[in-house]
């Protein structure tokens, strides 16, 4: 008798990733395709964001925004500031952190997806910022030194993370002594069953 | 408080999947976008204090989150 494979407890880190890319690979390519979540030029506006924000960033970064909520308005960002932006995609938030944070402060976007990298450093070549630079990574390892960050901002990633406090433990390690978290994010008033929890789809979309 | 932080607020909650195509998943959960804030403790003594103000389950040294 063969014997049956025991079922998976939880998702395959890598599975997801490669799942997310795929997901957010096709918005960074096309944001107004249709999704599962709100995407496009009409999400800031819904989202809060303020016009003047908006001014000078490049359609194709605005076009991009998948988030979630606003983390400009959990407080403002001041000119000198070190800045991340966890998961930054075709790169909106961290060109509007950009502008307020310089001539001093720098902002480094991080991102795995690299449709949404290849958007986002197009359009801050457009912007003519100098105080912005977007990296290849991932949450649970930002590529920044202990302490580096004034601010870690974050909009819709969180919750793509299968161990969200490892993300946040990284987030800490990357703050200075009352550095600030400013995320949006998502959550559920219903428990997610653990077998709902093993759809890629659900994680994604 | 689990990862070392203090200040944990939601200040914003909205079902921002309305008119989402579709939205059958994100309303079977009760999903919401939130705005949330939170701070590094400027030192052990901080986050010792703001742990000790607590009322649930956490982390009971300073070492457990660093």
């Known amino acids: 008798m063969s014997e049956v494979a025991p079922r998976a407890e939880k998702v395959e880190l890598a599975e997801l990733r490669d799942a997310i890319r795929a997901e957010y690979g096709a918005v960074a390519i096309d944001p107004e395709a249709g999704y599962h979540f709100n995407a496009g030029r009409e999400l800031p506006a819904t989202l809060g964001y303020k016009r003047e924000w908006l001014d000078g960033i490049p359609e194709e970064s605005i076009a991009a925004l998948v988030g979630t909520g606003n983390p400009f308005a959990l407080g403002a960002l001041k000119p000198g500031e070190n800045v991340i932006d966890m998961g930054c995609g075709g790169g909106i938030d961290s060109l509007i952190a950009a502008k307020m944070v310089c001539p001093t402060g720098k902002v480094i976007g991080v991102d795995m997806i690299p449709e949404m990298l290849d958007r986002a450093r197009a359009a801050a070549v457009k912007t003519g910022l100098s105080n912005v630079e977007f990296i290849d990574g991932v949450a649970e390892s930002l590529p920044v030194p202990d302490g580096w960050a004034d601010v870690v901002i974050s909009n819709g990633v969180l919750n793509l993370l299968p161990d969200k406090v490892a993300g946040i433990q990284d987030m800490y390690r990357a703050l200075k002594p009352t550095g600030r978290l400013q995320i949006a994010d998502i959550t559920v008033s219903r428990a997610v069953p653990d077998a709902a929890k093993l759809d890629l789809d659900l994680w994604t979309g | ?66």
């Open chain 2, 1 to 66: 408080m689990t990862a070392g932080l203090v200040d944990f607020e939601i200040t914003w909650k909205e079902n921002i999947y309305a008119g989402a195509p579709p939205e059958s998943n994100a309303e079977d959960y009760g999903t919401l976008g939130i705005n949330f804030h939170a701070r590094k403790p400027v030192n052990e003594a901080e986050w010792t204090a703001a742990l000790q103000a607590l009322s649930c389950d956490a982390p009971q040294a300073w070492a457990e989150v660093n």
